[in-house]
């Protein structure tokens, strides 16, 4: 599968056809800057694309879309997504997930951005599109929810967001990187104690005679997840926010696996490389599922997504170095960025082309971090457009972002980027602000 459709003219427009506010600029201007922009040849790879499942519950689901286009019937702005949901409690939540994502996704970038501007404004989109997602599936659902990885490669830029269990890992000059969170409360003491002071309550599960067992997990409803899409019976504190991670790959390309749980509990990232290895996509993937299920059973719904990104080998520029061959470094390339409040874009001049390198990353739940982030363009978000649903907002309609409820007369209540109320509520109750109903467990084991 090739990611790039050619559809010249032919207005195939990406999933999402209803693509950005903002007033309408005129195609042959959107042309001019998008060649002000254009990647070069070398920064156009190929990409192949490959799926196989193994369904036990028939609440995994997959969305492979390799040909989307930013400005419809304009091939170079080209992009390509993909997505895995592990729903549980139902299916609702992942098929609404798999369903209106993308298009959120689009409609909260303005449609203007040349293709520089619109990766540096793919992070905080993202994040808008998964808490909008979030909350117009809970006026549809009360229960079921999904973990959602999401995808973006658009040239040798990848931009991963997710919540939830499923990963996405990547393997590219001889190291592999993990590009998706672990949002589980077994793997993170902070989520841990963010859902606590929101007013949930985490232990694990109590037998007959007081041990406890198994992981940790959310109560009532024990979800070991800590942020997912949907699980409103659960709590708002089971929060939609996404960790979004944005890297380059050197002209060497990669290959990138996103599998579900059921991949991972069988199978360590360097496993599935190694057990698939030298297979084109398709192959690679059904191999990665057949081995995870051979080694412990079909015990969950098991799917795995493989997409290699291929530089075009005629490409101009410099020839590549031989890199050492030794998989299974694994590389936490993030981790000197860890705690820094700085989210920004990082100084992309002076890389080494032959890295990978990190432009982005931040997986901090609060929203008023998330949607300030700062980008080097002016005006980029409309300030009278509710940051998350994109609603209208007329003047002093909207709520800034800082604003507490809780702390009155807070410093920045008059910056924004502003909310509607909806919004806000949502914002406030994801905080653990609302605390209308008792959510504590009878049992009291958990901190
Ligand atoms: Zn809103």
């Known amino acids: 599968m ?28 959107l042309l001019r800057r998008e060649v002000a922009s254009e990647r070069t040849a070398s920064e156009r790879p190929e990409l192949h694309s490959g799926l196989f499942s193994q369904a036990k519950k028939g609440e995994d689901f997959t969305f492979l879309k390799p040909d989307c286009e930013r400005l419809p019937g304009v091939p170079s702005s080209s992009f390509s997504a993909f997505g895995l949901f592990d729903g549980h ?32 404004a793919l992070p905080r989109a993202l994040v808008a599109a998964f808490v909008k997602t979030d909350k117009d599936f809970q006026t549809k659902a009360r229960s079921s929810g999904t973990t ?114 059921g991949v991972w509990d069988a199978l360590s990232p360097e496993a599935a490389f190694n057990c698939s290895r030298e297979l ?60 820094s409040d700085s989210s920004s874009h990082a100084d992309r001049e002076y890389m080494d082309p032959d890295i990978v390198e990190e432009m982005f990353e931040d997986g901090c739940a609060l929203l008023s971090r998330r949607l300030d982030s700062e980008y080097p363009v002016r005006n980029m978000f409309k300030l009278f457009i509710c940051a998350i649903c994109q609603v209208e907002l007329k003047p002093n309609q909207g709520i800034s972002v800082h604003e507490d409820s809780s702390q009155p007369g807070s410093l920045r209540r008059w910056d924004g980027p502003f909310l509607c109320q909806s919004c806000q509520e949502k914002k406030e109750a994801m905080e653990g602000k609302h605390r209308s109903r008792d959510s504590s467990r009878n049992s009291g084991s958990g901190e």
């Open 89 to 120: 409690n139902g299916n609702g939540a992942a098929i609404y997930t798999k369903e209106n994502l993308l298009n959120n996704i689009l409609s909260a970038v303005p449609a203007d951005l040349n293709r520089e501007d619109w990766l540096a």
């Open 280 to 339: 084109p996509p398709e192959p690679a993937a059904e191999q990665i599922v057949k081995t995870a299920v051979h080694s412990k059973g079909l015990r969950d719904d098991t799917t795995c997504i493989v997409v290699d990104i291929v530089a075009e080998k005629n490409s101009s520029s410099m020839p590549l170095p031989k890199k050492q061959q030794g998989i299974g470094v694994f590389k936490n390339m993030f981790c000197k960025k860890k705690s």
């Open 148 to 261: 959602v990885t999401f995808v973006i490669i658009d040239g040798l830029v990848i931009t991963v967001a997710s919540v939830g269990d499923s990963r996405c890992v990547l393997e590219a000059e001889g190291s592999i990187y993990h590009l998706s969170s672990d949002h589980r409360f077994d793997a993170s003491k902070e989520e841990v104690d963010r859902v606590t002071e929101s007013g949930g309550d985490v232990g694990r599960l109590n037998v007959v005679g007081g041990a406890e067992i198994g992981p940790l997990r959310c109560w009532p409803g024990g979800l070991c997840l800590s942020r997912s899409i949907g699980d409103q019976d659960v709590g708002q504190f089971i929060v939609p926010v996404p960790l979004v991670k944005q890297v380059k790959l050197s002209t060497a390309g990669g290959r990138l696996i996103i599998a579900s749980d």
């Open 2 to 29: 090739s990611s790039r459709s050619g559809s010249v003219g032919g207005g195939s427009s990406a999933g999402g056809s209803s693509a950005g506010g903002g007033a309408a600029v005129p195609l042959a201007v």
